[in-house]
T-cell receptor, first 114, second 117 residues
Framework: AQKVTQAQTEISVVEKEDVTLDCVYE???????LFWYKQPPSGELVFLIR??????QNEISGRYSWNFQKSTSSFNFTITASQVVDSAVYFC???????????FGTGTRLQVFP | EPEVTQTPSHQVTQMGQEVILRCVPI?????FYWYRQILGQKVEFLVS????????KSEIFDDQFSVERPDGSNFTLKIRSTKLEDSAMYFC???????????????FGDGTRLSIL
């Protein structure tokens, strides 16, 4: 069965701290895709990144970085030097090769205080 | 940057009434989706649509729900007889066609908050 677990319900940090959001997934598929989405207080869902199961290279985009480890079925997201504008709910999601639907985790609410 | 647009942003409807939520997907995208998010909960898949027919649907998407692409730009979700538990944020999304295997990023609209009284 497919499942995405985001064990951290809420994280609070002070500006400029680094923060890592955890994501653990379950799938029996050998080909699958992992995503991160950001939901700011205004409510929209903003696509951040996609990773396929054959690409375990870590990715960095500015202050954001992602660590994909198949051995632990994890796809963690790190924000370096957090800013108040990073405050949002962050969702990890999974899609398998035979479907286009996204299976979302329950989200992690990140609050960055000045 | 092209975006998915949804109207209205907020819809208030009496229980038992029909409601239509509208979406304009990104123009060169060919796959369309509806998801919902009950307040404070995770985002749940409802239905995907490709080539003028439903590609996949979840158990939530029962006979009360239907989708349609009435013209070349709009994509609608209709709930025939709304219930209190239909109150949620409804998101439309679209993605480009991709070689078999899926995994296309889905781009979401800002959502329609549906409140059933």
């Amino acid at each position: 069965a497919q499942k995405v677990t985001q064990a951290q319900t809420e994280i609070s940090v002070v500006e400029k701290e680094d923060v890592t959001l955890d994501c653990v997934y379950e799938t029996r598929d050998t080909t699958y895709y992992l995503f991160w989405y950001k939901q700011p207080p205004s409510g929209e869902l903003v696509f951040l990144i996609r990773r396929n199961s054959f690409d375990e290279q870590n990715e960095i985009s500015g202050r954001y970085s992602w660590n994909f480890q198949k051995s632990t079925s994890s796809f963690n997201f790190t924000i370096t030097a957090s800013q108040v504008v990073d405050s949002a709910v962050y969702f990890c999601a999974l899609s398998e090769s035979n479907t286009d639907k996204l299976i979302f985790g329950t989200g992690t609410r990140l609050q960055v205080f000045p | 940057e092209p975006e998915v647009t949804q109207t209205p942003s907020h819809q208030v409807t009496q229980m038992g009434q029909e409601v239509i939520l509208r979406c304009v997907p990104i123009s060169n995208h060919l796959y369309f989706y509806w998801y919902r998010q009950i307040l404070g909960q995770k985002v749940e898949f409802l239905v995907s649509f490709y080539n003028n027919e439903i590609s996949e649907k979840s158990e939530i998407f029962d006979d009360q729900f239907s989708v349609e692409r009435p013209d070349g730009s709009n994509f609608t979700l209709k709930i025939r007889s709304t219930k209190l538990e239909d109150s949620a944020m409804y998101f439309c999304a679209s993605s480009e066609l991709y070689p078999p295997g899926g995994g296309q990023p889905q781009h979401f609209g800002d959502g329609t908050r549906l409140s059933i009284l």
